[in-house]
């Protein structure tokens, strides 16, 4: 098949790119459509045995006995394993993907030791040598708990007198521990600037509110998987759907107490992540009873019920905010207040909250206190822009009062108070050339924000258009990569980053850039933790920022290397060539890429190079939506009826892609905004753990959503990149709050505004 | 899941032998788009798993001006909603059977499969309580007709005893002058099950001023889904007003007796019985009148 | 105590036949039987659509059929829709408009779309949102998938006019 190359309309900032800014056919593009990926469960092997795992009915509970005798002895059973049979891992910190990790408690949450923290909790695993032998034997394992009572919200869990999760933990107040009272609250940190009295003395409109969100989860489709063996040699391979393969290849070194050379993790096609997939839950069971059930390869997937019962959703919050502003629109104090619920261990995304919260303004006057509290809910974990949304929902509610209060357009506002390169964020760091008033620019100039309002369909129908802006971080970190350059003028190109969407075609591009080749001659493929050097994880937007450095650099060193062969063919000193293009030159001589790699055998033999690199110079993203909605005020719902992100992006190097992120994350918010939320019983049960009852977006419930691409390029990076990935799910709940607001004149303070939350509001029930 | 047997039964008599024999260990196979998640949930047992998709009687799907609908009960719904008759006559039961699950489900699912389940949620149930019809009931030895009304229990329970299963559901012609729709509120668009739901039925007169008669039925607002018959009474020789929809709407919410789950809250279902109750008796109006 | 039945079925225009017990469904047949793997897993009870296949011309959620149900019917999965040159339009739309990011929702997608062009070769946006609603996916918001779908039925209607 040939591919086809679109023309883009992405602007390239008047730079010749020749690969840039296309929008190619990704590489792995015919065999996702076809159905030949493979990703994690789709792994067959010979002598395959079937795990499942059993899952505590409670949330919090002491486990006082298991007797695994009935399932061991059920005829196709291999193995069964408890929280015997995994030795507690150390007390110690890493950081993994965007959070970190501390390895007893990740331990812990793979499979319980003497308490279970949360519904679905695993308690014990088996393999079998089919799926449903081995879910027959669960039934046979005998568990006796002590339930405790479970405390299910964050400032229940607060409380002097709440149930206490972990005995042993103590509050870490600006990073030192200064009492020894066990307690819910893991941590309570600060970030602190100037004077609030005087802040607020100088304001002329103060708007304080309390805002309440509930737990949200990633929602990928594909369930987690794991497949290993543990060979009789004592090496582990292990398959899997993974963020970061080196990152689970560390994880199961802490867990099963094994050393690093001894395991191999494979990362497999990967059915969505959004954060969620840093973490190991099933890797570690099919390890160990890949060893007990004698070496055989064991196979786990998590049912939809186990996903969303079990692995990482996102914090609930409690956030506070008050700000202040004078009549000119200058912003003179801001306060806030973020408690985040952890889940069972703690670990809350509550840092990057409070770093996102006010982070487009410049503030001379800011407080902002953090706390990370556990409760008896599944460990938190990241889950794109972590702990960014329900932030910025808090705060730019608030920025849009204020706006409204001081009779000001939303967007001037903003302009007013909006933070630039050189301002210093209320967190720390100073900002490099952030893009924030471009993209308020854009949002300005664009016929939506200037559309009149459709007509209400009815009455009872009101329609509103609302704006919101939002921060994310972007990371840099670690990337290797390696290629062959081949006899046919083609280069192999192995690279480390897990490619959730599409990040194998821009990491090429940027490679065939560098090279000044077609994309069509660069063969990308994802290595392995033993195939190709350390990369951090595909996550925190770093991507295509981290790992197309590492492209760069990597076509640097094959221009080094090819300079050198036509200084062989030549007999001319390697310095002296010149390289414009594919084209190597040295006086009247030319030859092009291609036709030098067919000379590679007469000029020193085959090439193959590689790099490691830890990057650095990544720089926040910043953007700015607007929306229309339409709220039926008989029934509470409402319908999202125009959407346009812009953000910017540094350089979008495949525009489609880019729009692509921009697009999901976009449709991640407006979930979160609407429908999204776990729901719990009074005793801890997670009562909505399906698709059809977790409240997702279906294809009916979204318009079509437009991409605004605003390119500042970023210096530190050879084309520009900033990342993209995560910055889109942080203005949504805030933009659609503020749409609804302008529709009904009511303030919403909840997440999600699902139709109960706004008739409750609209004071209807 | 549970190990089971299954039988493709191709007569009623040899479906309704094995149910006499397992009794309740023998479970009916339509669509399956309840079963076999219920089964694989464990909400469920059975040792036999009978597939009724066979027989002839739970296939048909006919229509004759003097008798009415016959619906197999194992027909699935996409042949209702491409029925010439069904679109014609039928709109309320188009507006359900469109509405439950996505395409890929309504490949499958049944009306039978819909009403033996027996949710207070399910979406073909409200309209077709409020198009009168029969449940067509078979045993080894004999055939009864129950109204739909009469044919639930409790939540997920019906009057069905071991041994009996449905084999069709039959829907008496039109009235003149009548009009009839369904409507559900989901906090989706798609893909999501009725926090409230209100089928409504009206036949008006001659000038199409008049209620002459009306049915209403609500859903997920009880234990069962809720014939109102006191909305009909409101509605029944009152001129098509807004008053008189009003109080047909007060009635319904009056009778609605809900519950507080993970789908809604019971203050919420019952502000909705009024507000579905209302939008429903508007559209059938609107449809009796030609709309 | 195992009760396995042979089944045979037409699996993308092949006689096939295979033996399992009835409690496995026509997924666990097509992908841990048969190593079909191009129909997915996402819920394993008819939410998702990640697993959708044609069976007798009738788009069904393949973890919601027993796979002993299978007998005798023919059954078209996402490996059945590529065509034995190049790739189907929507295939080739899916890769073009860049409507997959992580893919696993896609062999679902096309699946089901193929099934609402074989109906209706001249669909609404509308349309198309309203049929692919039982379809999830978390990474696209949909628009650039309804886009591939559209873009792919001007395609086959007018490779038909051409015919
Ligand atoms: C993703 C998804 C979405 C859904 N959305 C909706 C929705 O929007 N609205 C809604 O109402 N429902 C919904 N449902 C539920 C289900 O699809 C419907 O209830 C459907 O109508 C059931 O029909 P079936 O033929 O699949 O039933 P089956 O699963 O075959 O049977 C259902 C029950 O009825 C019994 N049974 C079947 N036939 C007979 C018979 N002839 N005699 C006696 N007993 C019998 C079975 O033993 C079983 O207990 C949804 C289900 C899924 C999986
Ligand atoms: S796996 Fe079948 S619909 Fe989700
Ligand atoms: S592309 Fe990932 S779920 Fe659709």
């Known amino acids: 098949m040939t591919p086809v190359i679109k023309k883009t309309e992405a602007k390239t900032n008047g730079k010749p790119f020749k690969v840039i800014g296309q929008r190619v056919i990704r590489p792995d593009g015919v065999d996702k459509v076809t159905g030949r990926a493979q990703y994690g469960a789709d792994v067959i092997l010979p002598g395959l045995l079937y795990g499942k795992v059993l899952r505590s009915p409670h949330a919090h509970a002491r486990i006082l006995s298991i007797d695994t005798s009935a399932a061991e002895k059920l005829p196709g059973v291999k193995a069964v394993i408890t929280g015997k049979d995994l030795k507690p891992a150390e007390d110690k910190v890493a950081k993994s993907g965007e959070s970190s990790v501390n390895y007893s408690y990740l331990s812990q949450n793979v499979l319980a030791q003497d308490k279970v923290l949360y519904h679905g909790h695993p308690v014990a695993a088996v393999a079998a040598t089919s799926i449903h032998i081995a879910e027959e034997a669960l039934a046979l394992i005998k568990v006796e708990y002590e339930v405790l009572p479970p405390v299910l919200n964050v400032l229940d869990a607060m409380k002097d007198d709440a149930p206490i999760l ?136 998590m049912q939809r019920d186990e996903v969303l019962k079990a692995t990482g959703p996102t914090s609930a919050s409690v956030i506070r905010v008050k700000m202040g502003a004078r009549k000119d629109g200058k912003i003179t104090a801001a306060q806030a207040w973020l408690a985040y619920e952890a889940g069972a261990f703690p670990g809350s995304p509550v840092g990057a909250g409070m770093g996102v919260i006010f982070a487009p ?70 900002y490099g050339r952030i893009g924030f008033i471009e993209t308020l620019d854009a949002i300005e100039k664009h016929p939506h924000y200037h559309a009149p309002l459709p007509e209400p369909r009815a009455p009872y129908m009101k329609v509103g258009r609302g704006v919101a802006c939002g921060f994310w ?164 719902k409402v319908n999202i009826l125009r959407y346009t992100a812009a953000q910017d992006v540094g350089r979008a190097i495949h525009p489609s892609y880019v729009e692509g992120q921009i697009h999901g994350g976009v449709a991640q918010g407006i979930g979160w905004a609407l429908n999204e939320e776990y729901y719990y019983d009074k005793d801890g049960h997670l009562m909505n753990a399906s698709l059809l009852d977790y409240r997702m977006p279906t294809a009916l419930d979204l318009p079509m959503i437009e991409a605004v691409i605003v390119e500042v390029p970023n210096p530190n990076h050879p084309f520009g990149v900033k990342g993209v990935g995560e910055v889109p799910i942080v203005p949504p709940a805030a933009a659609i709050a503020n749409a609804i607001y302008r529709a009904t004149g009511v303030r919403m303070t909840v997440l999600p505004m699902n139709p109960k939350n706004v008739l409750q509001a609209l004071g209807k029930i | 899941m549970q190990a089971f047997s299954y039988v493709s039964a191709r007569t009623l008599s040899e479906a309704a032998d094995i149910l006499a024999r397992e009794g309740d260990q023998a479970k009916c196979l339509s669509g399956g788009t309840d079963l076999i998640v219920f089964l694989r949930e464990g909400r469920r047992s059975a040792k036999v798993v009978v597939d009724v998709k066979g027989i002839p009687e739970l296939n048909q799907l006919g229509y004759s001006p003097k008798e009415g609908l016959t619906i197999g009960a194992a027909v699935p719904l996409h042949r209702i ?42 979406d073909s149930i409200p309209i077709l309580i409020a198009y009168e019809t029969t449940c067509i009931v078979a045993s080894r030895n004999v055939t009864k007709a129950i109204p739909l009304e009469k044919f639930f229990v409790g939540p997920g329970r019906t009057v069905l005893q071991p041994g009996e299963l449905l084999v069709a559901l039959k829907l008496p012609p039109p009235k003149p002058n009548s009009g009839a729709a369904y409507l559900r509120f989901i906090p989706r668009n798609e893909m999501d099950i009725a926090v409230t739901s209100a089928g409504a039925m009206v036949v008006l007169d001659e000038d199409k001023r008049r209620f002459v008669g009306a049915r209403l039925a609500l859903g997920a607002v009880a234990p069962t889904p809720l014939f109102v018959p006191e909305a009909g009474a409101a509605l029944t020789g009152q001129p098509v007003s807004d008053e008189a929809i009003e109080a047909a709407a007060r009635a319904a919410q009056a009778a609605a007796r809900p519950i507080t789950d993970m789908r809604g809250s019971a203050e919420q279902r019952k502000h909705l019985s009024y507000v579905m109750t209302k939008r429903a008796l508007l559209r059938a109006i609107e449809r009796a009148r030609g709309g | 105590m195992s009760n396995k039945v042979l089944v045979t079925a037409t699996i993308n225009d092949e006689e096939r036949s295979f033996v399992c017990e009835p409690r496995q469904s026509l997924l666990e047949v097509l992908r841990d039987v048969l190593h079909l793997t191009g129909a997915k897993e996402g819920c394993n009870n008819g939410n998702c659509g990640a697993c959708a296949v044609i069976m007798n011309g009738v788009l069904v959620n393949s973890c919601l059929v027993l796979g002993v149900e299978a007998n005798g019917a023919a059954i078209t999965t996402i490996e059945g829709i590529t065509p034995k040159e190049g790739l189907h339009p929507l295939q080739q739309k899916f890769l073009e408009d860049a409507a997959l990011q992580c893919g696993i929702c896609t062999p679902g997608f096309i699946v089901a779309a193929k099934a609402l062009l074989d109906k209706n070769p001249n669909p609404t946006e509308q349309e198309v949102r309203y049929w692919l609603a039982g379809n999830l996916c978390r990474c696209t918001g949909y628009d650039k998938i309804v886009r591939a779908v559209l873009d792919a039925a001007a395609t086959l209607r007018a490779e038909k006019q051409a015919a």
């Open chain 1, 473 to 636: 971080y972007n990371w840099d970190g670690k990337s290797s990569a390696s290629a062959v350059v081949n006899p046919d003028g083609t280069v192999s190109y192995l690279e480390g980053s897990t490619d959730i969407g599409g990040t194998r075609a821009s990491l090429a591009m940027m490679l065939a850039e560098t090279l000044g080749i077609h994309y069509e001659d660069v063969k990308p493929m994802v290595g392995d933790t033993q195939t190709v050097g350390y990369n951090d994880g595909t996550g925190g937007s770093r991507t295509t920022y981290g790992s197309g450095m590492a492209a760069y650099h990597l076509g640097k060193e094959i221009i080094r290397e090819m300079k050198q062969r036509a200084a062989v063919l030549w007999e001319v000193p390697a310095d002296d060539i010149n390289v414009e293009g594919d084209v190597y030159s040295y006086g009247e001589k030319r030859i092009t890429f291609k036709e030098l790699c067919a000379k590679l055998d007469e000029t020193g033999g085959p090439m193959s190079v590689s790099v490691s690199l830890d990057t650095k110079g990544a720089i926040p993203a910043l953007a700015t939506h607007v929306v229309d909605v339409e709220v039926d005020t008989e029934t509470g």
């Open chain 1, 166 to 301: 972990l005995p042993n933990l103590r509050t870490k107040e600006l990073g030192e521990v200064v009492s020894d009272k066990p307690t819910n609250i893991a941590s309570h940190e600060q970030h602190a600037r100037g004077d609030l009295a005087v802040g607020f003395a100088e304001a002329d409109v103060i708007v304080e509110r309390e805002f309440h969100t509930n737990t949200v989860h990633q929602g990928y489709i594909e369930p987690q998987n794991g497949t290993a063996l543990w060979n009789a040699d004592g090496q582990i391979t292990v398959w899997t759907s993974t963020q970061g393969a080196w990152d689970q290849r560390r994880d199961l070194s802490e867990i099963l107490h094994v050393p690093l050379s001894q395991i191999r993790v494979i990362p497999m096609e990967i059915g969505g992540g959004f954060g969620g997939k840093f973490p190991v839950y099933l890797e570690p069971l099919a390890a160990l009873l890949s060893l007990k059930s004698g070496h055989r390869p064991v196979k786990m997937w």
């Open chain 2, 81 to 122: 909603y491409n029925d010439a008759h069904v679109i014609e006559h039928y709109p309320g039961l188009i507006d359900a059977a469109t509405l439950i699950g996505g395409i890929a489900i309504q490949g499958r699912a049944t009306l039978g499969g819909n009403v033996c389940t027996a949710s207070p949620a399910g």
């Open chain 1, 361 to 430: 303004y410049k503030l001379d006057n800011v407080q902002i206190d953090g706390y990370d509290v556990v409760v008896n809910k599944p460990a938190a974990k990241a889950y794109r822009a972590p702990g960014g949304t329900n932030a910025a929902f808090a705060g730019e509610t608030v920025i849009d009062e204020l706006a409204e209060k001081l009779g000001m357009d939303p967007i001037t506002f903003r302009r007013i108070n909006a933070a630039k390169e050189g301002d210093r964020r209320a967190d720390g760091p100073i």
